[in-house]
């Protein structure tokens, strides 16, 4: 028995040991468990805070606006760009982001700001318009003259990820004392003692809310807050809450306060734009005030600081009354704490809440433009970097043009509904308008509706061009000064061409006639197809072709002799191209929508320089831009004169395809190209021509933009001679009808036409002058 | 990539800066650059294909700019170059001063969208191009000068120079030498 039981003993000692050392285990592996779980709270403190703490989608800027003494602008113009920009209208201005305006007279403080080439300081600019231009530009303080002035660029867009949170990040230093101290007093007093956790705080928040009758202060650090932003999600479970205070305590270990408080200035909950979201108070400023935070008020801080509680329930565009005593509760504590002067404080809680009127962001403004510019910048970055980098694009959209645009093409295909009988929307059209010289993309439509983001057509719809393809057969031609020059005479006599297997072609005029011997310039003004495809044919189709891929069309050209018509299927921004060349003297410039990529710390990562290739020689494209310029005095383009001032040096081109379907005008000043396209989804006929449809939308256009620098009136090489249009030789005052045409030098005619030198020289200078006057 | 541009042609660079320094106006007041100014730092001697500064003088001021091109009235107290303009220019001058060439192409672009046919403007951006050792792009552009720059032949010799230059500089002495030929028959330098 005793033996038993001290066997008994023996095993239950054995048994104590041994639960012992499981439970030692136990414990062990709990402690392991614990820590390897801090371990896994601390890295994930960590990892978010030190790695990238926001994704910041990509932002989009227009072009910045340079202002300068005889910059052609009115005053509406100016006006309307001063408030793109959020510049506000008041008396007399005092900081940047605020202008008054005395009719032509503008004044205004422009804001600081860091382009692709360096920081542009604020200006204080009094500046006048006359005339539709910029007469002067002076500093308001010293009068004296500015030579140049560039402003801050509209933020036309974002490229924002899928959970579209967005921010405008702010560094400490860059926020108002105010906004921070604020904060701290009503959000976190001791944030400067505590070590992340404060449980006096939360004594004190509870003091302070009885004696207020409401919550005026959360328990909550900053720390807390902070973390619980981060990390966590927003159930209310005590393991949560347990996890914050943990997580705050290692926050504040690893990080210094002032680390911790640009997080959370930044990080913070501030309100709801749509489906995206409000974060920190940098995006906060624009979103409620149209300013950034430096040029807020005190009382503006105090409601931005009392939104941290709740931006839904002291929304301050839907619920003002709410706002407003949320507002004058931080203003209080702000007086109490000696944060402002009691004065300050009376004085700022009467004033309105100046809360600017709701406009959605503008996430897409222009779609149809930030396609293009996502289009390009894929070539060079990952979809990824652009939402998440914080790029700063800068384009060269310009923002005036963008407008013009967008009105004239939806009441232009308006209009031409009801004159033709059609359902409203049948109609759809695309338009692409760069400069010159630059090849820059100053705007673009690809729809009729500015607002839809769905399909480009200005750079996705593969379209017939009919006769805009015309210019390179001629400039085909005219590159052999010694065979074809503005004089030859073409052959617009009747055209039967036979393929290898047998089939025929028989081109026809549009007015159903034959022309038969036409000068070339007129031929092409008068987009005759059969003189044309007779020319192509001589040509030879490849050379065509060839001339076609040196202005910079980007596609794959069959050579049939229908091509030479237009069979040729495009987008208006390969047209675009094409024209381009022609219009910059063959210089080709590819067409750029992006002039230069900062990373989110202001660093250039890309620029996208002017690059030219001297694709076509400068004389016989200038010969071809007369060419064009006839066809808008005379030919298929006359009606533009109906409406635009006879000063206004335009070359253009009309294209109409088969039964109607497509109509196209493309078309230059000195200054803007524009290419014009208006047809149906669905492929049917329109019942418009190219004069009767894209033209009259180009017209508008240039309607609105107004004086234009002339296109090119002189070039090496080129030399004037006045011809007899009915032999293509010389003439005079003696012919029935001639006309001044450049030749590239050695290539003019050096035959009079019989009916040249008959008059006798006395006679000629009343000719002369006559014609002047006619 | 500039770095190395900037290494191999160090006369280029020179060059630039004196270009810029002689041609930026008439009457606006430029921080004068003589002939013979030190290289900025980091620049020798001449070398390398480029032919010397010298071969390449500026254009004389007072030089009518391209009389038939101009689009819009330039204030007369700049000598044809609108103030904006001029402003720009002397900033290119200062970056290409001190060495920053990517800098002062920015520049002159900027010039240009404000002034795009002025065919000086071209001819500093070939110039700039060139001392960074893009010959193939400064050959374009100086070309692109040339066809805006109808009757002023001194400018028009001196975009074939630096046509040739930029030849040489790709190793084609025969298209130098041609483009050498055409900058001596348009005249006096």
Redesign the interface.
Known sequence: MAKRRKRRRGKSRKKTAQRRSILLRVLVILALVLAGYLVYLDYQVRHQFDGKRWSLPARVYARPLELYAGLPMTAEELSAELSALHYHPVSSPRQPGEVSRNRNVFHFISRPFVHWDGEEPSHNIRLTIANDAVQQLVDARSGRPVSLVRLDPVMVGSFYPAHNEDRVLVRLDEVPKELTSALIAVEDRGFYDHHGIAPLSILRALLANIRAGTVVQGGSTLSQQLVKNFYLSSERTLTRKLNEAVMALMLEWHYDKDEILEAYLNEVYLGQDGNRSVHGFGLASHFYFERPLAELSIEQFALLVGLVKGPSYYNPRRHPERARERRNLVLGVMAELGLVTADEAVRAKSRKLGVSRYRRTAINTFPAFLDLVRRQLRRDYREEDLTTEGLRIFTTLNPQVQWQVEQVLDARLGRLEAGRGLDAGTLQGAIVVTSIQGGEVLALAGDRNPKFAGFNRALDAVRQVGSVIKPAVYLAALEQPSRYTLASLLDDGPLTWKAPNGKTWSPRNYDLQFHDRVPLYRSLAHSYNVATARLGLDLGLPTVVSTLKRLGVEADLQPYPSLVLGAAELTPLQVTQMYQTLASGGFRTPIRAIRAVLNADRMPLQSYPLRVTAAVRPAPAYLVTTGLRHAVREGTGRSLYQVLPASMDIAGKTGTTDDLRDSWFAGYTGDRLAVVWVGRDDNQSTGLTGSTGSLLVWRDLFAHFGEQGALQSALEGIEYQRIDTATGLLGDGGCQDTVELPFIQGSAPVEMSPCAGAVSPLQRPVDWFKELFE | MKVTANYLLPGATVLSVLLLAGCAGTSHQSPVVEQGTPAPRGSRSPAGPVSSPAQLPSVPVGQPVEP??V?????PATGGQ???V???LDRAEQQANTGDL??A???L??A???D??NAILWHH?ATVRLAEGEAV?AE??A??S??????NHSL?AKNWELIAQARHYRGDPSGARAAEQRARTLGPR
């Open positions: 038939t091109a689009t819009r009235p330039a204030s609108p103030p904006a001029v402003a720009l990517d800098a192409a920015v520049t672009e900027r240009l969208r404000i795009p046919r951006l792009e374009q552009l070309a692109k040339n066809s805006l720059a109808a009757g028009q």
